[in-house]
C-alpha cells in the first residue's frame, strides 16, 4: 500500500462486515474500496477494534469447557430416566429432578447447549412424541438463553419455570384437547402445574447446587458471583 498522508479519521471497513476506526489523522491513498471515510476529524490514538470483534476474539472455548457442558447432558439424561421410575418426568403434574441442572447457565452459558441435547434425548420416551421433543426441547433451550443472562441467582430459576410452564403446558393440552373451547382451561391448568413443579425443583435443588459448585470454584474463578 502507498504510505499514510495527514488528513480526517476514516473507518476500515472488513469483508466480515465489522469494521475498524483509525483514530489517528491519516489517509490511505489508493486504498481498496471498503475505505470510507468518517464524518469525524478529531485526532486520536492508536487503532482500535470495535467492541463486537474484541468480543468474538476473547470467546474461545476451551476443551474442559465443551466436555463439561457434554457432562452436564449426559447427568440430565440420566436424572430424567430416573425420574421416569417414579412417574415424574412426563405428564401435566411432573417433577424432573433433571431441571435442577437448568441453573447452570448462570455460572457457564455453554451449559445451555449441555441441557439442550440432554432434554432432546431424554424427550425420546416421552409419551407426546414429537410436540415434546420439539417444544420441550426448545423451552429448555430458551430457559437456558434466559438464565444465562440473569444478573442474580434467584433469578436463575425463573426462565425454565415460565419457559416450560408456557410451552410445555401448552403442548400438554394441545394433546388433551386440542385447539377447541376447552383448551384455555386445560392450559391455565396444566401451565400452572408444570411452572409449580418446576419451580420446586429449581429453587429447592438449583439453588443449593448453584451455591455449591460457586463455592467449589468447579467453573473456574471467571464464574459470576452469587449475588
Known sequence: ?????????HDIILPTGFHIQSKRRRFLMGAPAFVRLSRFGEPGQDRSLNKKWRYIH??????????????????????????????????????????????????????????????????ILSPYGLLDLIFGSMATLLA???????????????????????????????Q??????????????????????????CYILGLPLLALLTKLKVFGPSAPEMC
Open 144 to 174: 437456558g438463553l434466559l438464565t444465562a443472562r440473569c444478573k442474580s441467582k434467584w433469578l436463575a430459576p425463573l426462565p425454565p419455570v415460565i419457559c416450560n410452564g408456557i410451552l410445555v403446558g401448552g403442548l400438554i393440552s394441545y
Open 58 to 123: 476473547m470467546q474461545k472455548f476451551s476443551t474442559r469447557q465443551i466436555t463439561t457442558a457434554a457432562l452436564i447432558g449426559g447427568i440430565y439424561v440420566a436424572l430424567s430416566y430416573f425420574g421416569n421410575i417414579f412417574g415424574l418426568t412426563y405428564g401435566p403434574i411432573q417433577c424432573r429432578f433433571s431441571e435442577a441442572l437448568t441453573v447452570l447457565p448462570f455460572l457457564n452459558p455453554l451449559a445451555t447447549w449441555g441441557l439442550f441435547v440432554g432434554c432432546v434425548l431424554s424427550n
Open 1 to 9: 500500500f502507498p504510505p499514510f498522508t495527514a488528513c480526517p479519521t
Open 176 to 201: 388433551e384437547v386440542g385447539f377447541t373451547a376447552a383448551f384455555s382451561g386445560t392450559f391455565l391448568f396444566n401451565a400452572a402445574t408444570v411452572a409449580l413443579g418446576e419451580l420446586a425443583v
